[in-house]
Nanobody, 129 residues
Framework: QLRLVESGGGLVQPGGSLRLSCVAS????????VGWFRQAPGKEREEISC????????YYADSVKGRFTISVDNAKNTVYLQLNSLKPEDTAVYYC??????????????????????WGQGTQVTVSS
């Protein structure tokens, strides 16, 4: 079964940190591009970061640039998102997403929501004092 599973969310005070994990099972992330999205209540799901596994290139939305860091552990088939200097406006459900390389010509980073094929269930991040 092809799955992505996120973990690491929680409640944190402003200025705090969290590390989110996205573990892929049933397929390898090699040659893929993995994105992190977030969706706050009443807002669109937006891509905030992604990484191209083959060459390590990364993307960050302006809203998180300098505060969030994406990385990959190929041996663990896992992509991480380090969240630092968290703000209340970072409160959202965070999702990771990947491409189906059997049906997708090229795994692109960044990509639209519709461009990704596999999604995790999401992990809640709440930033509040």
């Amino acid at each position: 079964q092809l799955r992505l599973v996120e973990s690491g969310g929680g409640l944190v005070q402003p200025g705090g940190s969290l590390r989110l994990s996205c573990v892929a099972s049933g397929f390898t992330l090699d040659y893929n591009a993995v994105g992190w999205f977030r969706q706050a209540p009443g807002k669109e799901r937006e891509e905030i970061s992604c990484i191209s596994i083959s060459d390590g290139s990364t993307y960050y939305a302006d809203s998180v640039k300098g505060r969030f860091t994406i990385s990959v552990d190929n041996a663990k088939n896992t992509v991480y998102l380090q969240l630092n200097s968290l703000k209340p406006e970072d409160t959202a459900v965070y999702y990771c997403a990947a491409h189906d390389l059997f049906t997708t010509a090229q795994a692109v980073c960044p990509n639209t929501r519709a461009g990704y094929d596999f999604w995790g269930q999401g992990t809640q991040v709440t930033v509040s004092s």
